[in-house]
């Protein structure tokens, strides 16, 4: 069964950092591109980045970029997010997700909340 | 970037109804189009992809349609636990994936 699993949210202050980590099991992780997709309180769906297979190619929403930075272990079946210089703005559930083909999220974890707050 | 712009924003039904939401792109996507279906609390959960194609496990009364901008999604008869809220998502042009503003349906 695939299982994703998001930690590492919580509460934090205005300019401050937080990493987000997705434990992912029950397929061939290393093949797999994947991205995170984050949703803010009684909002839509919001892409934030991607990641392939093996790193290779890194992608971030403009409204990330240049403060946020997603990464892998292959050997650990493990997707991060290190979001540094937090703003209000980006209180969201963060959801971590598996490309399925070209582009369709297939599996999604249950999400993690993040809250920027003074 | 693709801006997609579902309608209604929300719907109002009774179990047994057809119900159609519709998906349009700011430009042609061909048939990259992905339909979602997120609950309250819980995370989406994709549905069709392909514009058509019918994700493994979802039962046959979901269907989807359409190519170039303009998309629809078909509940053929709803059933008690399709009340919820769905996204179309483009991944023809990436990045970014953009999705819709959902569409939230509620019971009549």
């Known amino acids: 069964e695939v299982q994703l699993v998001e930690s590492g949210g919580g509460l934090v202050k205005p300019g401050g950092s937080l990493r987000l980590s997705c434990a992912a099991s029950?397929?061939?992780?290393?093949?797999?591109?994947m991205n995170w997709v984050r949703q803010a309180p009684g909002k839509g769906l919001e892409w934030v980045s991607s990641i392939s297979s093996s790193s290779s190619y890194i992608y971030y929403a403009d409204s990330v970029k240049g403060r946020f930075t997603i990464s892998r272990d292959n050997a650990k079946n493990s997707l991060y997010l290190q979001m540094n210089s937090l703003r209000a703005e980006d209180t969201a559930v963060y959801y971590c997700a598996r490309v399925f083909s070209s582009g369709w999220l297939d599996y999604w974890g249950q999400g993690t909340l993040v809250t920027v707050s003074s | 970037d693709i801006q997609m712009t579902q309608s209604p924003s929300s719907v109002s039904a009774s179990v047994g109804d057809r119900v159609t939401i519709t998906c349009r792109a700011s430009q042609g996507i061909s048939s990259w189009l992905a339909w979602y279906q997120q609950k309250p609390g819980k995370a989406p959960k994709l549905l069709i992809y392909?514009?058509?194609s019918l994700q493994s496990g979802v039962p046959s009364r979901f269907s989807g349609s359409g190519s170039g901008t303009d998309f629809t999604l078909t509940i053929s008869s709803l059933q008690p636990e399709d009340f919820a809220t769905y996204y179309c998502?483009?991944?023809?042009?990436?990045?970014?994936?953009?999705f819709g503003q959902g569409t939230k349906l509620e019971i009549k």
């Open positions: 998502q483009q991944a023809n042009s990436f990045p970014p994936y953009t």
């Open positions: 029950g397929f061939t992780f290393s093949s797999y591109s």
């Open positions: 392909a514009a058509s």
